[in-house]
Nanobody, 122 residues
């Protein structure tokens, strides 16, 4: 499975961005999809996850109420809508995929996109 993340860029605090993750080479509809991020000088952290059916969704506390994860199995796409952005959301965002149940642990993920940089100015 190959993943391609896109949609990052520069936003002002309070603004919005929508990240996309295009999957190819596998059965997308069987994969749990997640977003992780790595801020400058920090370790990679969990952001959000969605199950293969979309029936299970979870968020890191830091983004609850501001970010929305979704997927379109017909298009092999996953998305992360980011609203009310804060400077502390500045990071490289990675989409990741795994078979089976959802997880917030990055070591369970088999497939990773290349990352897309989100910069939020104050």
């Amino acid at each position: 499975v190959q993943l391609q993340a896109s949609g990052g860029g520069l936003a002002q605090a309070g603004g919005s961005l929508r990240l996309s993750c295009a999957a190819s080479g596998g059965t997308f509809s069987s994969l749990s999809m997640s977003w992780f991020r790595r801020a400058p000088g920090k370790e990679r952290e969990f952001v959000s996850v969605i199950s293969w059916s979309g029936g299970t969704i979870d968020y890191a506390d830091s983004v609850k109420g501001r970010f929305t994860i979704s997927r379109d199995n017909a298009k092999n796409m996953a998305y992360l809508q980011m609203n009310s952005l804060k400077p502390e959301d500045t990071a490289v965002y990675y989409c990741a995929a795994k078979r089976g149940v959802v997880s917030m642990r990055d070591w369970f993920y088999d497939y990773w996109g290349q990352g897309t940089l989100v910069t939020v100015s104050s």
